[in-house]
């Protein structure tokens, strides 16, 4: 099992920055992807960041230029530095990781409990 925590959400200013973190542990051998998603009142989860293994990362068309992924491999941390930030940004984010506990497995998703982001002034 994976277990998978999630911090930094918050009520912050239009304009302003967050950084939020996504920490896994558990039983991991290998982590193959590492994504963020955001569900927003009314609205279904739509995804906003990706990261992979090969270092491509992947961001929602709304996002572009504001948000920007990254992971520290040796934490098996993921974090999504959030800029300029707008009220349609106001969601629920949760963090999303695919891995392996041993080798030859085929990968599992596991998901963060989600954490609130707030863009109001």
């Known amino acids: 099992q994976v277990h998978v925590v999630e911090s930094g959400g918050g009520l912050v200013q239009p304009g302003g920055s967050l950084r939020l973190s996504c920490a896994a542990s558990g039983s991991i051998f290998q982590i193959y992807g590492k994504r963020w998603y955001r569900q927003a009142p009314g609205k279904q989860r739509e995804l906003v960041a990706a990261i992979y293994s090969s270092g491509i990362t992947d961001y929602a068309d709304s996002v572009k230029g504001r948000f920007t992924i990254s992971s520290d491999n040796a934490k098996n941390t993921v974090y999504l530095l959030m800029d300029n930030l707008r009220p349609e940004d106001t969601a629920v984010y949760y963090c999303?990781?695919?891995?392996?506990?041993?080798?030859?497995?085929?990968?599992?998703?596991?998901w963060g409990q989600g954490t609130q982001v707030t863009v109001s002034s």
């Open positions: 999303n990781v695919d891995s392996i506990a041993h080798r030859g497995e085929v990968p599992l998703d596991y």
